[in-house]
């Protein structure tokens, strides 16, 4: 679940602290820390999942408080408890998997204003209203009502996002966005009846490996591939020691990708890389890192380095 892309930005992040602090720590120190980057997307998973259920659970204390206040209404001791009943949540409840990582990882949100003000965006939505007034909710309702809250009101709040980045410096954009769609897919197989429907954080041990590879050779290549850089960098437009690391960063690790990982097609390794630029470097990066990795290609291909198509 931790994609090929999330497994290059992770590399990139790591590439960009270790060389900060080069002098100060070892290949094996920043290969662990790119191993706990990875851990840490894999929580963000089920923090989104379990939001869910906590949500949930608030407004089922709302609904009880309101029973239990002076002279309650009827529509308050009688309250539409569909939301509260909701089979997807139950599910998650119900998963041991889930239910033993959350409690070991201690995967909680323990911030309540945050959670009263997202429950309070949920009850106000369009998604919410309209699944409401359903005569009768079915599980393929409970699911589509969760996919659409997730995705179109929770990850794209500004408060969530600001609360995400305030509770670990590991969780970008790109996992968020990542993440929520593992999140929706894991909704969609409790829908069909997926006895085992949480995605493991990585799709084969491959994935593992190549992000850890990835990390070593474009670490040991680093030297060879600036002199790359520096040789195919128009001098009356760059001068080569104003050139962004990140932007160096990203073309060198793109270069060792396509030296050495034979399965991964050429083209794709330079359309991920240029997207990278876009994201993560300066507004130029795009243009700039696109036309010097076409050219790297052309000089490697010369030269035997790079034989794929």
Same mark, same amino acid.
């Given at each position: 679940? %931790?994609?090929?892309? @999330?497994?290059?930005?992770?590399? !990139? ?17 920043? %290969? =662990?820390? !790119? ?31 309101? *029973? ?25 409840? /119900? ?12 995967? &909680?949100?323990? #911030? @309540? ?27 393929? #309702?409970?699911?589509?009502?969760? %996919? ?9 709040? $500004?408060?969530?996002?600001? =609360? ?14 990542? +993440? ?9 197989? %409790?829908?069909?009846? #997926?006895? /085992?429907?949480?995605?493991? +954080? ?27 850089? /520096? ?22 690790? &793109?270069?060792?990708? +396509? ?12 359309? $991920?890389?240029?997207? !990278?630029? *876009? ?21 490697? *291909? ?5 034989? =794929?198509?």
């Amino acid at each position: 679940m %931790i994609t090929r892309i @999330l497994i290059r930005v992770k590399v !990139l992040q790591t590439l960009y602290s270790y060389m900060l602090t080069k002098p100060y720590r070892t290949m094996d120190q920043a %290969i =662990k820390e !790119l191993d706990n980057a990875f851990e840490k997307s894999h929580e963000l998973y089920y923090y989104l999942l379990r939001l869910l259920v906590e949500l949930t659970d608030l407004q089922d204390r709302r609904l009880d408080e309101a *029973k239990h206040k002076f002279k309650p209404t009827d529509e308050e001791l009688n309250p539409d408890t569909r939301f509260i009943d909701n089979r997807l949540v139950q599910a998650l409840r /119900d998963n041991a998997q889930f239910t033993r990582y959350c409690r070991n990882r201690l995967i &909680a949100w323990d #911030d @309540l204003l945050f959670l009263r003000a997202m429950l309070d965006r949920i009850l106000q939505s369009e998604y919410y209203v309209a699944y409401m007034a359903l005569d009768q909710a079915t599980l393929a #309702d409970d699911c589509e009502l969760w %996919i659409h809250l997730l995705q179109r009101v929770i990850v794209t709040d $500004e408060m969530f996002e600001d =609360k995400t980045e305030a509770m670990s410096v590991y969780w970008s954009c790109e996992d968020i966005r990542i +993440m929520s769609d593992f999140a929706a897919k894991t909704i969609r197989k %409790i829908q069909e009846g #997926d006895p /085992d429907p949480l995605i493991p +954080m990585f799709r084969t041990d491959d994935d593992q490996e190549y992000g850890e590879k990835l990390f070593k050779r474009t670490v040991q290549q680093m030297d060879e591939n600036n002199i790359l850089i /520096d040789s195919l960098v128009r001098h009356d437009r760059w001068e080569h020691n104003r050139i962004a690391l990140m932007d160096r960063l990203i073309m060198c690790a &793109a270069i060792s990708e +396509m030296k050495c990982f034979d399965s991964i097609p050429t083209n794709v390794t330079l359309n $991920e890389y240029i997207e !990278l630029a *876009k994201i993560f470097s300066t507004p130029n990066s795009g243009q700039f890192v696109n036309g010097v990795l076409n050219a790297a290609v052309n000089s490697l *291909k010369e030269r035997g380095r790079v034989t =794929k198509q």
